[in-house]
């Protein structure tokens, strides 16, 4: 079912809504002046929880539960905007600023006014300039407008918005390693207690959240709450911007309603218009590269994240990639693990010399064709000691392609390890203490 109308990606309903003056006419900023000028924070925070809006970023963590964390009285209070997008898969942020620019920089307005900040940053993944560049202009034309600035609209509330661009690390979209970035320091994740609502940027109370997110709270301060939740489902209300990619038609990004199944997105001709060459679906990664993987067996799984989450997976960032019989399962692992190896930011033992290991066997037995049995119980024996000991989520993150390929398609490696017959020598033991010898 296609969407009448859209939440975040307007520009689909109203082509020109990048430009200001377009924006403004079609009510942009006017849920800003409302908030303003007739609601507390109190009770801004109280409509995002009642509309159940959840984190786009990943967790699907409640935002207004989260806005609530915040200790009461303690001040300055930062509001970060997470645009880092670095999740492999992940491309809905980067459109929402390419299309609909000033929906972010309103939501993050409001917001602010909700936690009741001051100073709000904009955290962008360094490769994306250009759009750094929009956001810029958009933040310009709301300061001209009195939107932004000193006294806003004459209600004595202040609040500064700052764009900051990282240097293109995954890692630093992890909310605390960002913190540590934006604070000019290496972008490595802080321990957890303290959470960043009760300490965060500059040891202060701090709110993180998505693009999407915020791009969300405009809307639902200006249409209300129920007509927020005649989008999707009870316990994940309002829609998704699905990146859509792999073997499929029509890749791109797609709003959709919570609840649609993974069939319907793959297969409808509105959206990805099914798979390249009629080839059946072998594997979906329904949330990005951290999310384990699903298989054609699965395509029932309604898109939500109480859905996913009882498929075995995640629905994470929305990002489903979608690959087709061609691909091998310890090749896909490779590829991805190769990605978190590069990512790990060295921080912890379990995720450094973990995701180095998994790619170094990987590679032997994915891509030279050479593997024991005793490599394929290192690779368990790597994912297992890795599972629940890294310091932050990439490095148990890095554990799922892995984990999935072996579990799903244990077949796959036995049959390189068959393949591979007397051609390669010793036991995985041995096969590893020679690398360590050659590192
Ligand atoms: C390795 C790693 C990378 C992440 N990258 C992003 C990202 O690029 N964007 C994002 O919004 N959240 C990312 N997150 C999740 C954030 O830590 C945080 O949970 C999120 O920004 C909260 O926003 P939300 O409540 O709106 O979902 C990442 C988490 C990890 C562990
Ligand atoms: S799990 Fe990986 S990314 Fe996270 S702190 Fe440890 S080394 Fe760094």
Redesign the pocket.
């Known amino acids: 079912m296609a969407l009448t109308e859209h939440i975040v990606m307007r520009e689909l309903d109203i082509p020109d809504i990048g430009d200001y003056a377009v924006y403004r006419r079609n009510g942009g900023w006017e849920a800003f002046r409302k908030a303003l000028k007739e609601q507390t924070p109190a009770a801004i925070v109280q409509m995002v929880k009642d509309a159940g809006l959840r984190g786009r970023g990943g967790a699907g963590f409640p935002t207004g539960v989260k806005w609530g964390f915040l200790p009461k009285g303690v001040f300055p209070r930062y509001l970060l905007c997470n645009c880092d997008e670095s999740e492999p898969g992940t491309f809905n942020n980067h459109q929402i600023i390419d299309r609909n620019p000033h929906q972010l920089i309103e939501g993050v307005a409001i917001s602010a006014f909700a936690i009741e900040s001051n100073t709000a940053y904009i955290y962008m993944r360094g490769e994306f300039a250009a759009a750094a560049i929009t956001l810029e202009q958009a933040i310009a034309q709301a300061y001209a407008d009195g939107f932004l600035g000193k006294n806003i609209l004459g209600t004595g509330y202040d609040l500064d918005i700052y764009v900051h661009r990282g240097a293109g690390a995954y890692?630093c979209g992890e909310e605390t390693a960002l913190m540590e970035s934006l604070e000019g320091k290496i972008g490595?994740?802080r321990l957890k207690p303290p959470f960043p609502a009760v300490a965060g940027l500059y040891s202060k109370p701090t709110i993180i959240n998505n693009v999407e997110t915020l791009a969300n709270v405009p809307p639902i301060i200006e249409k209300g709450v129920a007509w927020y939740r005649s989008f999707g489902t009870e316990k994940s209300p309002g829609t998704k911007c699905f990146s859509l990619s792999g073997h499929i038609n029509r890749p791109g990004n797609y709003e959709l309603p919570f609840g649609l199944s993974l069939r319907e997105l793959i297969y409808s001709p509105e959206y990805g218009g099914g798979m390249k060459g009629d080839r059946p679906v072998k594997i979906v990664i329904p949330g990005g590269a951290s999310a384990p993987w699903l298989t054609n067996s699965q395509l029932d799984t309604p898109l939500d994240y109480e859905g996913v989450a009882a498929a075995g997976s995640m629905l994470g960032s929305g990002a489903v990639i979608v690959l087709n019989d061609t691909v091998k399962a310890p090749h896909l692992a490779y590829k991805m693990d190769e990605f978190f190896k590069h990512e790990?930011?060295?921080?912890?033992t379990p995720?450094?010399e973990g995701t180095h290991w998994l790619v170094k066997v990987l590679h032997r037995v994915a891509e030279e064709g050479h593997a024991t049995e005793g490599d394929i119980k290192t690779l368990h024996g790597i994912y297992n000691q890795m599972a629940g000991n890294?310091?932050?989520l990439?490095?148990e993150s890095a554990v799922m392609p892995i984990k999935s390929a072996l579990t799903l398609f244990a077949d796959e490696f036995e049959e390189i390890v068959a393949r591979s017959g007397n051609g390669h020598v010793g036991n995985g033991k041995h096969a590893i203490s020679l690398e360590l010898a050659g590192r």
């Not at 790990?344 to 912890?348: A, E």
């Open positions: 890692i490595q994740p790990s930011c060295g921080k912890c995720c450094r890294c310091f932050c990439l490095g």
